[in-house]
């Protein structure tokens, strides 16, 4: 799976040694004994109904012989969506068809320029980057500044991005791309569902146009914004149940999970070693994270919750993997 500059992130690393050490400062921090080693992850993950249960699981089955995947991102950056879209950017396993900021770790007047700066980066001016909702279905927007710093990107002062959103709404582009490739993209999802539902309300036959959602969010035993819910889930949990209801095969990676990972001293140091600009951003953006946490008073953290989804979904031996059934959302 070694191929191009992806390996070069870290040099003479091999592609496994990079999803699960260098990289996990992009999304499995505690790599060493978290990613790296089946036996001892926690597990996770989805489906949705009886029906679905066999093709969500072929569909996990089958990713590591395919073909690069083709996915849009929908994202709030986010500290770990940043690492998530990184490790997406610099992954030939994946070709990015777009990128759909929406509100919620901070609001999309900041998620969305963050998305430009990330994209630009990364030297990827090429994928469109579509404005999304700024604002939940019929909630008021909760936002995590707490978490993720001022501007979503742990404070971070980087220059404001050259590059525009394209004109398109981000449900306008989501449901462009997937009806013009059925069955081919797969949605990453790694804030709260306010655009992929108003797709999916929007448009009815999109659902089984979708060859998957993979998502981080909800969470099967406890929250982080309220002692029950993920924040996510909890910022947008009517956008939740229309994503969980619509019928697409849907790859859960909660915060039963992803609560086990943590941005380390360590890769700091292996990110900055790293010259390219992408490593020198993350680093920028994980010295002020791991700074922000403990000055907070926690020890271990912050979680990089959304890089691990990408991560699994890169590599889905990563984690070990349930079919639940009968999913619903209760609100
Ligand atoms: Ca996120």
Redesign the pocket.
Known sequence: MCAGQVCQYNAHMKRREFLSTSAGALFAGAASNFAATNSSAKTLSTEISNARATRSSNFLDSRAQDKAQHVIID????V??AM?IFLALRSPELKVEAITPVA??VPLELTLPNALRLVEIAGRRDIPVAAGASAPLVRRLVTARYAHGENGLGGVDFPAPSLKPVSESAVEMIRRIVRSSPGEITVVA??PLTNVATALKADPELAKMIRAIVL?GGSLSGGNITPAAE??FYVDPEAARIVFDAGVPITMVGLDVTRHTALTDEHFKTLSASQNPVSQAAAKIARNAIDHTRAQGFLIGPNM??SLALAAFLDPTLLKWKNWCETKIRI
Request: no cysteine.
């Open positions: 994202t709030d950056p986010g770990d969506d998530a919620g770790n790694l804030g981080m924040f996510n919750h959304d």
